[in-house]
């Protein structure tokens, strides 16, 4: 490890991250409505004399972009602003327990804004002519739609970025794939009492789901494919048998299954219910797909990281990441997508989110170790 990675560490001011971690906790910041959180961070930079672009990306939406050195960096930190909506309104803020910092967004993402930015403050100490050819990109929209992202792809390819998802610190250079599955049933609607002259749509979509669940390409032991049945509803009307009825299934894809193929199977699969399945009248969208990627085993980040951890005395495994992100969108432009951050996938999206401070402290010195080494 050069001195210089030794030297920048030296910068990394842990009571001012701290305060930026909480100040990002306190400000809510669902998908949609991130311009106070922008706001905030924006004031942080400027502050210190750091130039800020606002990058459009729909009325009142817009991503920060920050850049060091000369020319147009190759290598960017990558973190999204929004959260999901609160679990309670009353009670989405920051939360201190020992080392533990609990909070919407402590893990997804926030912990990892935090440090991109703590490590990018340090860097920015840097006389101007030793400062790496870096940049910041704090996007919106990472939960709903990637629109931030996108936004940022159409003017900017990077060669690198990476981006802070929630990983417990573990560096993942392969990525799950994402498709997400709409299911509608129809039935007839009646009374209640009498269901025999009517058509459950409910039970009609029990029964596609059940049917679904015995492929084999839901056997999760065998298939790799990680899948979630995240809602259903049907329609409000009173003391009757339901008419139409809504599932909604997310299903996260190993790194080299093609989404395509997965909708053609779930597509036979479907065909074959309506012969199992009495009046059954069903439509099936596929809503959202993207592929997953798994990078070159051996790159430079990847060499720096080996360094990295074993100078921070942190254990270094490798994986794939298992949910959805704009990594997904990066690849796909020709970017090489890195996800590397703080906090863990089980508490995300949670009310008992949280991350450890020191996760995040350790986060910002890996952050500007790989900003020093890779831009």
């Not at 609160?86 to 993402?109: N, Q, T, V, Y």
């Not at 058509?199 to 679904?212: D, P």
């Not at 048998?241 to 053609?264: F, G, N, Y």
Request: proline share 6%; aromatic share 8%; charged share 25%.
């Amino acid at each position: 490890m050069t001195t210089r990675v030794e030297a920048i560490w030296r910068k990394i001011d842990a009571q001012r991250l701290r305060r930026l971690l909480l100040d990002l906790l306190q400000t809510y910041s669902p998908s949609g409505k991130e311009e106070d959180v922008q706001l905030l961070i924006e004031e942080t930079f400027r502050d210190r004399g750091l130039a800020v672009e606002r990058q459009p990306v729909a009325d009142e939406r817009y991503n920060l972009r920050l850049t060091l050195g000369a020319g147009e960096p190759q290598f960017y930190l990558v973190g999204h602003v929004d959260t999901v909506t609160a679990f309670d309104l009353e009670d989405f803020g920051p939360r201190e327990e020992g080392d533990l910092i609990h909070g919407l967004g402590s893990a997804d993402m926030k912990g990892g804004c935090a440090a991109m930015c703590e490590a990018f403050l340090a860097l920015a100490e840097l006389p101007r002519a030793e400062q790496p050819p870096i940049g910041l990109l704090l996007v919106v929209g990472e939960e709903e739609n990637g629109d931030g992202s996108a936004a940022f792809l159409r003017h900017q390819r990077p060669r690198w970025v990476v981006i802070g998802e929630p990983t417990s610190l573990n560096p993942c250079f392969s990525h799950y794939g994402y498709l997400e599955a709409g299911f509608v049933t129809r039935g007839r609607r009646i009374h209640s009492s009498l269901p025999e002259l009517g058509h459950n749509a409910v039970e009609s979509m029990l029964r596609v789901l059940l049917h679904l669940g015995r492929d084999p390409l839901f056997n999760r032991e065998n298939s790799g494919i990680v899948y979630s049945i995240r809602e259903m509803s049907s329609g409000r009307a009173g003391f009757v048998v339901p008419d139409r009825c809504e599932s909604w299934i997310d299903l996260h894809l190993p790194p080299d299954m093609e989404p395509e193929k997965v909708m053609a199977a779930i597509r036979r699969r479907v065909a074959h219910a309506e012969d199992l399945i009495s009046g059954l009248d069903l439509d099936v969208d596929f809503a959202f797909a993207a592929q997953g990627y798994r990078l070159a085993a051996h790159t430079s980040p990847a060499q720096v990281l080996t360094d990295i951890y074993r100078r921070l005395s942190l254990p270094l495994r490798q994986e794939p990441f298992r949910s959805h992100s704009d990594g997904n969108l990066f690849f796909e432009a020709g970017v090489n997508p890195l996800i590397l951050g703080p906090g863990s996938l089980e508490v995300a999206h949670t009310p008992d989110e949280q991350t450890s401070f020191a996760e995040v402290l350790a986060a910002a010195k890996i952050y500007a170790a790989l900003a020093l080494e890779c831009g």
